[in-house]
């Protein structure tokens, strides 16, 4: 790793240039490449986006005809063998903003280069594969991280401050929802959802959310869903899904968790997504709503379609700020600042010698790193196999965690079966 770095400058690759790249790299990029990034512990850093690697390149190169100077130019790689290329090219770190189930060969590539890497989430789908991708990540020295931006929203900062403060005790129960509009199943990702449901790619923001927030044990997932809008009535495309997470606590109580995702809410709807968290506590309630934050704008023939009626102007904006300039800020580009700070920490916060000193303090940092991620994969794995299994007509299925004859193990109704998804401890 050290002798690709330059003194005071990171290399940077990107994987996919789609829609999270517009609201989000983007405008990081952009930005980074205009004003640099400083940390008294680095000094003043340059971070450059060297190369991107996409399966056709022609939203890459689009972007390189109309605006590449805001980032100074990249390489652009596409096919089968764009990752190898782009790695190649010798990087500090990646970003890998692909479909969920592409992360897992991405991912795997960019370690195997010794670079250090930021995923979207879901990290990967299944245990097995995070395994495979934390052994990598520990064997070749570098971090690997995951985009959890929702821990970055004030709310539930100020969720998680009153929860570690001990202001809220002892979650009971909560219900969590997120629903997209039709025009992310429809169009956005219409070539990418075949076979998949909305709980994969939103719920998981919750997962984390609950898992990092009131930590505990998980124990218990059930799912159902509904099909017949994206696809066939009886087949694997879900419209939309709800699932349940039992977590046990050290005080030997136990919480549940529901967890509602839709992609299929009319485009109509007044705000870009439906957001709405609920927690129930000892001694008090936690009440958030994406659409009750305070901001409703009306104007003629633009909302609620082109321009939303209600807005987020935490996760991603652009702004004229008061002294004239022009920014993009959020934080859904926040989260990717951070690591980008945490990677110029390890490679320039100090001599060489105490680099893996460096290296695992930002692995300790369990917000976002990759072996952290254990229980909200082993979520996301046991629904997507409660699902599947509906689809071959055996709904309401369980999987437990940790059971006595497996980590995470799939118990179907009527059957005195069970079948192991993942037989190591999660």
């Not at 999270?20 to 930005?31: K, L, N």
């Not at 986006?49 to 590449?68: F, I």
């Not at 934390?134 to 995951?146: D, R, Y």
């Not at 979520?379 to 437990?400: F, M, T």
Request: charged share 25%.
């Amino acid at each position: 790793m050290s002798s690709k770095t330059q003194e005071n400058k990171l290399k940077a690759g990107l994987v996919g240039f789609g829609m999270i790249v517009d609201e989000t790299y983007r405008p990081f990029f952009e930005t980074v490449h205009e004003t640099g990034l400083y940390q008294r512990n680095t000094g003043p850093i340059e971070i450059s986006l060297e190369a991107v690697a996409t399966r056709t390149g022609a939203r890459a190169e689009k972007y390189l005809a109309e605006r590449g100077e805001k980032v100074g130019g990249f390489q652009s790689f596409s096919g089968n063998n764009a990752i190898e290329q782009m790695v190649a090219s010798g990087l500090d770190f990646a970003c890998v903003a692909s479909p969920d189930d592409r992360h897992f060969d991405s991912c795997k590539k960019v370690l195997e280069s010794e670079t250090h890497l930021i995923v979207e989430k879901p990290s990967v789908l299944k245990l097995q594969e995070l395994d495979e991708l934390t052994a990598l990540a520990e064997e070749n020295n570098v971090a690997a991280k995951i985009v959890y931006h929702k821990l970055l929203d004030p709310d539930h900062k100020k969720l998680r401050t009153l929860v570690h403060d001990d202001v809220l005790q002892h979650v009971n129960n909560g219900y969590c929802s997120l629903l997209e509009p039709k025009s992310i199943s429809g169009s956005q990702f219409a070539q990418w959802i075949t076979g998949r449901n909305p709980g994969t790619y939103v719920a998981v923001h919750y997962i984390k959310l609950i898992d990092f927030t009131f930590g505990g044990k998980l124990k218990t997932i059930t799912a159902s869903g509904q099909r017949g809008l994206v696809g066939e009535k009886y087949g694997p495309t879900w419209d939309s899904c709800q699932m349940r997470m039992v977590y046990e606590y050290d005080s030997g109580r136990e919480a549940a968790f529901d967890i509602h995702t839709s992609w299929v809410t009319p485009d109509n709807f007044p705000g870009y997504v439906e957001q709405e968290v609920q927690f129930r506590f000892d001694n008090g309630l936690w009440n958030g709503h994406s659409r009750k934050r305070g901001v409703e704008c009306t104007v003629e023939e633009k909302t609620p379609f082109t321009l939303k009626n209600s807005m987020n102007n935490h996760y991603n904006g652009t702004f004229v700020e008061p002294w004239g300039t022009c920014s993009q800020r959020g934080y859904g580009i926040e989260v990717i600042e951070r690591f980008a700070r945490e990677v110029a920490f390890i490679e320039h916060g100090g001599p060489s010698a105490e680099r893996q000193q460096r290296l695992e303090e930002v692995r300790g940092l369990s917000y976002n790193d990759l072996s952290a991620d254990r229980q909200t994969v082993a979520a996301v794995q046991a629904l997507e196999a409660i699902l599947e299994k509906h689809v071959q007509g055996e709904p309401d299925c369980v999987v437990r965690v940790n059971d006595k004859r497996g980590g995470l193990v799939l118990f179907s109704p009527g059957s005195s079966e069970a079948e192991v998804l993942y037989e190591g401890t999660v």
